[in-house]
């Protein structure tokens, strides 16, 4: 049961509704994490603008890659479900889906990707990441590219956050 209950588009303050709007049309349905969101207008715009922020620079494999390694790290359901259908449609394997846990050993994972998923782990488990972690990724990845993997990451986490702080269901 969510502790905070979805709006429906009709319900949310007028300035949420072409946000929702524009989500629906997005990815062809609202989806409960943006319709709780609704409720703080000023949020469901910031997170969006966040979202569609990194959609740009990084190849979509890895930002997928990167935010769902973060979501299962953080045990987000939620988030899990939804980045591992746009994981797939990234390009990212079931094989390389099911080996995310132990992806440093795994040869479904290929040296770049390896960095990113070391860099999305690190920060999403002590929100801070090693140096010599950087300078893996900055082999593959220009500094826009990094600023995207960190806004990635930082996106994850603070909607892994949200949807356990509000109890936001799967619909």
Known sequence: M??????????????????LDAIE?????SLNLFNTLARQPDVLKGVTEVNDGIQRDLPDKLREL??????????????????SAAAKKAGVTDAQIDALDRFAESDEFDEQERAVLAYAAELTKTADVQPETVDAVKQFLDDTQLVTLAATVALANFTNRVNHGLGIELP
């Not at 049309?25 to 349905?29: A, I, M, S, V, Y």
């Open 66 to 83: 990167a935010y769902l390694k973060s979501s299962l790290l953080n045990n987000c359901e939620y988030c899990s479900h939804y980045h």
């Open 2 to 19: 969510p502790y905070v209950a979805p709006l429906e588009r009709e319900n949310a303050p007028q300035d949420a509704q072409p946000v």
């Open 25 to 29: 049309e997005k990815f062809g349905r």
